[in-house]
């Protein structure tokens, strides 16, 4: 009897403090590579294997002995304990929601886009405690993005951002010389991105700003245009998915704890281990499209980029944009606290940006710079209405951006990313074009106005986008 009393004692008292503390565990951990930033930094000759290690990260399928789960913490990128200990490993809806990246980003193979069954519940990460629930009250549901070319796309970002707070700074320094209100009109790269009065005093009215939060920070990641880098989306990624918490955001010197989830295991993911991350994401290729083979492709898909443009959709996916760095350098001097700078660093990695010759997605421009045709601003746009309400499908704000407005989407990819728009429920090109409203209406109803024929010839023309490592369906040559 007391033997029976002492073993229920011992029993709650295990539970009491977390379950993984009390059970061993016979398996190794599934990380086993450990990169080291500032030695890559210094030795150039390291990059091939900073990268394979970034790789095999992304696709190593994490377990409670790297840390995976996070029993007191939320899943949100700021640090935030919960009130009561989680005792699932996984749940759907609040995560951690995957053992690995690639667990998601697999289409068609890893670092790409994902399935519809791959999609994220984005808010409900947060709650505590956790939910089930996927509807809208709770949270914002996301289908898979590619990081295909990603590399390229955060180097136009950073340089972007430098333009308008240059044209910015600009404004301030004449307003302070003349004594007189400046109106400075943003625009980067043929991009718009409103207007900022600036007074002599140095203050701002940045009331008609267009698609970019009041820092001018251009943010390229995530479907409503939050993330300025691989490195910030990576570790808010690492936390909410696996529960594996970086140490450059959760680890001493941020939060005063080493073991910040109190799984067990400290110091989860270092510095070395997310740069490696980043840099795989970076340099992987663009996706690309097929150079036409005769003349008949060659005539049709011609056709498709004029209706294209024409219709106005290029006014958003702008074909591409000319990137002058020829290579990434890790990490992002915008990054914000919690993900490491320039700074907390010995060195920046710089490694040539994978680019190539026609159709190769990221392509050299006759003046050395680099074309990046990812069909996209980098803007956030409202792109639904009353009369058109699909994409205003959510209901929770992210990060103060309206829940009417996300980034241009980057086309570059279609033949590889579908299903399509940012909750994955359209398994056509044809359906996302019609949902277009907002500043798109006029678009769309362009589009609508088309004939047939020449809808299809512009559908065919977008599925080009991606293609080129497969051969065409046969239908595609047929007439019609
Ligand atoms: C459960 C599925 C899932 C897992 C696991 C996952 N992702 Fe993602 N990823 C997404 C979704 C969905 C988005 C789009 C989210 C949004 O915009 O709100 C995304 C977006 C991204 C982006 C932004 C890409 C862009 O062009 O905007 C990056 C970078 C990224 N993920 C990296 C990672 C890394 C690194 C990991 C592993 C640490 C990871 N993801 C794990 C589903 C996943
Ligand atoms: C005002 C800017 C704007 C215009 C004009 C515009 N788009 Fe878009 N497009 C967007 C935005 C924003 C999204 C992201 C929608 C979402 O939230 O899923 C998008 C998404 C898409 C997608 C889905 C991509 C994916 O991977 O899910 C396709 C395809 C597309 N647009 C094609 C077109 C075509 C074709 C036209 C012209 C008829 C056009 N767009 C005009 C802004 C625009």
């Known amino acids: 009897?007391?033997?029976?009393?002492?073993?229920?004692?011992?029993?709650?008292?295990?539970?009491?403090?977390?379950?993984?503390?009390?059970?061993?565990?016979?398996?190794?951990?599934?990380?086993?590579?450990?990169?080291?930033?500032?030695?890559?930094?210094?030795?150039?000759?390291?990059?091939?294997?900073?990268?394979?290690?970034?790789?095999?990260?992304?696709?190593?399928?994490?377990?409670?002995l790297d840390g995976a789960g996070r029993p007191a913490s939320t899943g949100d990128s700021k640090p935030t304990p919960r009130l009561s200990r989680l005792a699932e490993r996984f749940t759907r809806a609040s995560g951690p929601d995957s053992a690995s990246c690639a667990g998601c980003h697999n289409q068609p193979f890893t670092g790409g886009s994902g399935d519809f069954v791959a999609n994220v519940f984005v808010g409900a990460h947060f709650l505590?405690?956790?939910?089930?629930?996927?509807?809208?009250?709770?949270?914002?549901?996301?289908?898979?993005?590619?990081?295909?070319?990603?590399?390229?796309?955060?180097?136009?970002?950073?340089?972007?951002?430098?333009?308008?707070?240059?044209?910015r700074e600009a404004g301030r320094l004449e307003a302070l010389a003349t004594s007189k209100d400046v109106t400075v009109r943003l625009s980067t790269k043929g991009v718009g991105f409103g207007v900022v009065k600036v007074r002599p005093d140095g203050t701002f009215d940045q009331s008609q700003l267009e698609g970019i939060d009041n820092d001018l920070v251009l943010k390229p990641f995530g479907v409503k245009g939050v993330g300025v880098s691989l490195r910030e989306f990576s570790i808010a990624a690492l936390n909410h998915h696996h529960g594996i918490q970086a140490i450059e955001r959760f680890g001493w010197e941020r939060t005063g704890r080493r073991d910040f989830d109190e799984d067990g295991v400290e110091n989860e993911f270092s510095i070395g281990q997310v740069t490696a991350l980043t840099l795989f994401q970076a340099l992987l290729p663009p996706p690309s499209r097929p150079v036409p083979q005769n003349a008949a492709l060659r005539k049709e898909w011609g056709q498709g980029e004029k209706i294209f443009k024409a219709a106005g959709c290029a006014d958003c996916h702008v074909p591409a944009l000319k990137l002058n760095a020829r290579e990434f350098s890790e990490p992002n001097p915008f990054n914000r606290p919690g993900t490491a700078t320039p700074t907390d660093v010995a060195g920046l990695i710089r490694l040539p940006l994978p680019a190539g010759g026609r159709g190769s997605g990221v392509e050299y421009g006759p003046d050395g710079s680099l074309l990046v045709f990812a069909f996209s601003d980098l803007k956030r746009h409202k792109i639904c209405d009353p009369d058109k309400p699909f994409f205003c499908n959510e209901k929770l704000r992210q990060d103060n951006v309206p829940t009417d407005?996300?980034?241009?989407?980057?086309?570059?990819?279609?033949?590889?990313?579908?299903?399509?728009?940012?909750?994955?429920?359209?398994?056509?090109?044809?359906?996302?074009?019609?949902?277009?409203?907002?500043?798109?209406?006029?678009?769309?109803?362009?589009?609508?106005r088309l004939s047939d024929v020449e809808k299809k010839v512009l559908v065919r023309f977008l599925l080009t986008l991606g293609a080129s490592r497969y051969q065409p369906p046969r239908r595609q040559h047929e007439g019609g």
């Open 1 to 64: 009897m007391l033997k029976w009393k002492v073993a229920a004692l011992l029993a709650l008292l295990a539970f009491g403090t977390g379950i993984a503390q009390s059970q061993r565990l016979w398996d190794p951990p599934a990380i086993n590579v450990f990169p080291d930033h500032d030695r890559a930094a210094r030795n150039a000759r390291l990059a091939p294997s900073i990268l394979r290690d970034g790789e095999l990260l992304f696709a190593t399928r994490f377990n409670r």
């Open 128 to 167: 505590d405690p956790p939910t089930e629930s996927v509807g809208t009250e709770t949270t914002n549901e996301r289908n898979t993005i590619s990081v295909l070319g990603a590399g390229a796309i955060e180097m136009l970002a950073r340089e972007m951002t430098q333009d308008l707070r240059a044209q």
């Open 405 to 448: 407005q996300f980034l241009t989407a980057k086309l570059w990819d279609l033949a590889l990313s579908a299903p399509y728009g940012h909750r994955g429920d359209c398994d056509t090109v044809s359906e996302v074009i019609l949902n277009h409203g907002g500043e798109a209406a006029e678009s769309r109803e362009r589009f609508e």
